[in-house]
């Protein structure tokens, strides 16, 4: 015996009340199928959750455009961030600067290992830091660091935050807007389940394929089990071999 099952995705959601909104005032012997109420509230409810679906589409398609230039800024920036870190410890190890200035710039005067740059949080500090500190020495006199020179790693790292924060809006929205359309499930699920049981109500009386054809019509979707399906090919390979 076949089963419905109602759908997992949101387009099959929006088919099925597609479906329903079409069959509005479909008759048989007189009667409608679907009260006008039911067909009403799903037109209304398919506006709204289409709308919203349209605009989570929207929303991560924008943050998708813009995440590959990100990435490429977000790379470049980290890489010049840690070099200028390791060639700064370079240079200390050299002697040519005194290790206690590791410490305007946040850094462990005896750890010589690079700190955590993994995070966008994480490079967006350290790189402010470490701009920050050796602007202040170099400005005092200090001899500047190159290869890569500050004003380098400062304009990749710039980049880099100015992009961070337009592309973390851009997140946010898509959060914001999958979370309305996720709200919005449970009822599409709801009016899709009272349609459903409406139609196949109406025509409970008739014979299982009938009824199957005619539900259908109303975007009610079955499913064959695998014991049935494999059932239904042995059938039909038995058929062919007696004709």
Not at 53 to 67: E, G
Not at 163 to 181: T, W
Not at 215 to 236: D, P, V
């Amino acid at each position: 015996m076949p089963y419905r099952r109602l759908p997992n995705t949101d387009l099959a959601r929006i088919y099925a009340l597609k479906k329903a909104v079409e069959m509005e005032g479909f008759r048989e012997r007189g009667e409608q199928v679907l009260s006008y109420q039911t067909t009403q509230e799903a037109l209304n409810f398919l506006i709204k959750f289409q709308r919203a679906q349209k605009k989570y589409q929207q929303c991560n398609d924008l943050h998708l455009a813009s995440s590959k230039s990100y990435r490429k800024e977000l790379q470049l920036a980290r890489m010049y961030v840690s070099h200028f870190i390791q060639v700064l410890n370079m240079t200390i190890m050299r002697g040519e600067l005194r290790k206690e200035i590791k410490s305007d710039y946040g850094l462990e005067v005896n750890n010589y290992s690079n700190p955590d740059l993994t995070s966008e949080q994480g490079l967006l500090e350290w790189g402010e830091r470490i701009i920050k500190a050796e602007e202040e020495r170099t400005s005092k006199g200090g001899v500047p660091i190159y290869n890569p020179t500050i004003a380098k790693v400062k304009v990749h790292w710039g980049v880099f935050n100015e992009h961070y924060f337009s592309q973390k809006g851009l997140r946010d929205n898509v959060a914001k807007a999958l979370e309305e359309v996720t709200e919005m499930r449970p009822q599409a699920d709801d009016i899709i389940l009272d349609i459903w049981n409406q139609v196949e109500a109406f025509y409970a009386d008739l014979p299982i394929e009938e009824k199957m054809a005619k539900c259908k019509q109303f975007g009610l979707i079955y499913y064959y089990r695998s014991s049935e399906k494999a059932k239904m090919k042995a059938n039909a390979a038995q058929h062919s071999i007696d004709f």
